[in-house]
C-alpha cells in the first residue's frame, strides 16, 4: 500500500486544496477536531493515515450530517471500511457527497 500524496504534505495542505477543488469559500471558519469541520457543516475532512478510519468513526462522522465529506486514502483501516463508506454514508447521511484522496 503506497501513499498517493507528496510526503511534505500536510493535513492543512490539503484541506486548502480540498477547499479550492469544491469551491469552498476560504474565508469560512475551520475548526480542528480529529477532523477539520468548515463552516460547522460545509465540509468535513479527515486526513489521517496510519488506518485510524474505522466504520465506527465513519457512522460518528455522519451524525453530524456534513454537505461534503474528504478522507485520505491511507487513513482506511482496511479496504473493506473503505468499500463501506459510501453505503454507510447512503443510508446515515444521504445528502453528503464523499470524496476520497
Not at 475551520?30 to 465506527?56: P, W
Amino acid at each position: 500500500m503506497t501513499d498517493n500524496i507528496k510526503a511534505d504534505r500536510n493535513a492543512e495542505d490539503l484541506l486548502f486544496q480540498v477547499l479550492l477543488d469544491w469551491g469552498v469559500d476560504l474565508s469560512l471558519p475551520i475548526a480542528k477536531r480529529e477532523v477539520f469541520f468548515v463552516d460547522d457543516n460545509a465540509l468535513a475532512a479527515c486526513f489521517v493515515k496510519n488506518g485510524e478510519i474505522t466504520e465506527d468513526f465513519v457512522k460518528e462522522l455522519t451524525k453530524r450530517e456534513p454537505m461534503r465529506v474528504v478522507f485520505r486514502d491511507a487513513g482506511f483501516k482496511d479496504d473493506s471500511v473503505k468499500i463501506n463508506v459510501e453505503q454507510i454514508f447512503k443510508l446515515m447521511s444521504p445528502h453528503t457527497d464523499i470524496k476520497t484522496i
